[in-house]
């Protein structure tokens, strides 16, 4: 089950851009060169590169940092999703699209990619640098939040 437009726009409230809610994404990276077909480009900082780099590989959307200008290049009608802090951002997004996942029994689907190679994105993780890993420690954080609402 792939990331969809709607699945951002209940992540984030500010957005710009077309409204496609049936719009699926195939990736999520920080890294605007490489191939990112049907991808979403955050931008987390200066490595991340250029949108036009990112538009150019393929990507239909972006996480944009609301105190970053928005290039004057931007097609109107490229959904941006704004955020006060995009690191934050990158947890939301991996947080609801596990909660997404949850409970699918398929034992082959397909499912979004994301891929982050951004030094201060993996610095601030004090655990590792493996996002499977992150993945999975997100997924028990839920599973917690999950039975202290039951009680």
Known sequence: MYLAFKDLANVFADKRGANEPNLVFYSVTDQAKIKQPKGIFILLNDESGELSDAIANGAIAAVWDKKVKLPPYTPSQFPVFF???????????????????????????????FDFLNKELLNKNEQTYDIAAMLKKVAREIDNIRRERRG
Do not use: F, P, S
């Not at 947890?91 to 499912?111: A, C, F, P, T, W």
């Open 83 to 113: 955020t006060e802090d995009t690191i934050e951002a990158v947890r939301n997004l991996l947080q609801y699209y596990l909660e997404k996942l949850d409970g699918e029994i398929e034992k082959k689907m397909d499912i979004t990619k």
